[in-house]
């Protein structure tokens, strides 16, 4: 079992950036496959970027206004989400989580919130124009 803990949010004007950190415990990140996901009032929980066990990103396919890299630091045991060029519509609570490894059913399984099975209790990003 892993926990997993969120930092990083805050409040930041239009066009910044932020790097939120996602540290894990009680398991390494590495077992996993991690993700994070934004939820804002209102609004369901929105997939943003995946990572999996073997080190492989990927990237929400649909349009969104920030730009997203996600790494990890296997030293640190933490995954990061850099965001940059962030738009008051980004304003959100930002979760990171993790899955067993999906295997062969990566491809169908990775944007899902339901298929992760741990979380953590987010991370406030709140964006001013």
């Known amino acids: 079992q892993v926990q997993l803990g969120e930092s990083g949010g805050g409040l930041v004007q239009a066009g910044g950036s932020l790097t939120l950190s996602c540290a894990a415990s009680g398991r390494t990140f590495g077992s996993y496959d991690m993700a994070w996901f934004r939820q804002a009032p209102g609004k369901e929980r929105q997939f943003l970027a995946a990572l999996t066990r073997t080190g492989s990103s990927t990237y929400s396919a649909r349009r969104v206004k920030a730009e997203f890299t996600i790494f990890g630091d296997n030293a640190k045991n933490t995954v990061y989400l850099r965001i940059t060029n962030l738009k008051p519509e980004d304003t959100a609570l930002y979760y990171c989580?993790?899955?067993?490894?999906?295997?062969?059913?990566?491809?169908?399984?990775?944007?899902?919130?339901?298929?992760?099975?741990?979380w953590g209790q987010g991370t406030q990003v709140t964006v001013s124009s």
């Open positions: 989580a993790a899955a067993e490894p999906f295997g062969r059913n990566y491809e169908t399984d990775y944007p899902r919130a339901q298929k992760y099975d741990y």
